[in-house]
């Protein structure tokens, strides 16, 4: 299924900074990743991280500051006006709150046809078909719902309304910034399972960005850990769950509650916040909270190497290394 | 009264009174609470959690809104009584801590002042007497240097650090029974785990009963002694926790559990979902709320409430015409 030779999407160095002079703040500081054909990517860290400017920079809502952003082989990063649209239908977007992502006073098959109307790509009875099929296939009865205003809907069906509307133009790409962090558990799980359909029957490529560790994992085929900024850990979901290297992927599946009365509590707990980033500590970002933190962290900033195939670590000293070498 | 029971909640009903007619958020809850005791009470949005803890804490809007049956607060009744005999309790009896830590202080007061507050109008310290309390308390909830935070402006805290404000707020009478409203929603995993285990801590320390609502089945897991599952303002199943998740009989707390996604799981695993949603409490069945997502429903369960009955765990109760059965059901069978 993956299409290891060129990567759908290719970012590299992206920094993302907001503000100039001494108040500029990097919330975004250079990082690098790619999404192949067909795969999911899960991108989780925790608030403040930059996970959802990187979304928006790779669909230029927010401008990158520098850096490179790849779609098909196509360098997106300065691309503007017409151009830019074009690439949109490519690579769309779904966001958090799905209430405010619609329009209350519009009817929900105009929402959904919105792309269609303005690219014109289809028309007439052709265009009504369309919009019908992809209300059915997000699991609402357009016959029912169509002329209901979006406002009626609540949130788990305001989000089917989103996928639809985003899967209009079909495109290769989605963005989904935290799609279902504002659902209950019951909702979610059908929005879950509806995204994996869909990915599935439409070929879809998924940049899956949120908190939320067991609903990333549920997800992903491989995942991207986010602190300040930065990209501390990436790699196969299931090995980067089982095994993580970086101290902070640990502390965070540490601090991930599960809905299981035997599961051990009380692991070793992170202390403090993280720093603010318009002032990131030197070298490596995480070694203010680190408990094995030395010298050379704060002197060196650590890149991303590989610890195994395709599982790559920023960290100086990494778990998986220090284990073996104990053992 | 048994003097093990700190909180005894009977038959607690709630109607909010809209102009699209009486709208029963809490209907008719029973349970009662152990001294020393942690109790988590989960449910979907909607499902009535948060306004059965106002309802205890006797925060219900003054108008437009009716309240029957029992709250007994360490033997105080808390329903149909004046706000004045009220405020009695809130505080040295019960404190609350809510869901929003952005929103539940004032933004335009020191954090210092607001525990001070507390202590000078419950307790009636003077004011260096509170100010030192004040102090003392924002340390004990780990908050680094109090002494220049006291202070300090909500605005100037992270969330994580307002809800440890909200908590010495809240502990600063030292009340035998904490309501947490959802005190880590919103909150990263990493700080939120520091609140939990905090809690946690005060809990032991300050000799009180905790009152744990959360929409997170993980938050309760681990953390509280018994469990009430709520759905469409009704208690559907209560029992020790252990019971509640491993040999549930209730569907939908099977549901529930098997609706959320899990860490141990291999990625890509199909997730269970419950078809539908919370029905519309305007409109409620004669039958069990449930029914109409589930799989087990038959014309009984359309037409007829079912009451909670005895499961064979002592404690353990479910509303359910049609229950799972149970661990030694299924063993025999």
Redesign the interface.
Known sequence: MTDTTQPLLKVRDLTVTFGKGHHAVSAVAGISFDIFEGETLGLVG??GCGKSTTGKALMKIVEPSSGTIELEGVDITNQKGRSLRNIRTRMQMIFQDPISSLNPRRRVKDIVAEPLDCWKTVEGDERDVLISDLLNKVGIDPAVYGNRYARQF?G?QCQRISIARSLAMRPKMLICDEMVSAL???????I??LL?DLKNEYGLTLLFIA?????V?????RVAVMYLGKICEIGP??VL?EAPAHPYTK???????????D?P??GD???G?PPSPMNPPSGCRFRTRCPFAQERCANEEPLLRDVAPGHQVACHFPLTIQSSAVA | MNPDKLLVVKDLATTFNTSAGPLPAVGGVSFDLNKNETLGIVGESGSGKTVLARTIMGLQPRTNVTVTGSVLLNGHEMVGVSEAEKRKYWGTEVAMVFQDPMTSLNPVMRIGKQIDETLRVRLGMSKDAAKARAIELLELVGIPSPEQRYGAFPGQLSGGMRQRVVIATALACSPKLLMADEPTTGLDVTIQAQILNLLEDLKEQFHMSVVLITHDLGVVATRTSRIVVMYAGRVVEIGTTREVFTNHRMPYTRALLESSPKVSNPSHTRLVTIPGRPPNLLKLSLGCSFAPRCAYATNQCHQQRPELQSAEEPGHSFACWNPLPSKREAATQ
């Open positions: 925790e608030s609540s788990g209950d558990v019951s909702v979610q799980a059908q879950l399972n994996e908190h939320d560790l067991a609903v994992k549920n997800v992903s085929d979901s299931d769950y502390f965070l599946l540490g601090a991930a509650l599960e809905a299981d009365p599961s509590v009380h707990v992170l202390e916040e």
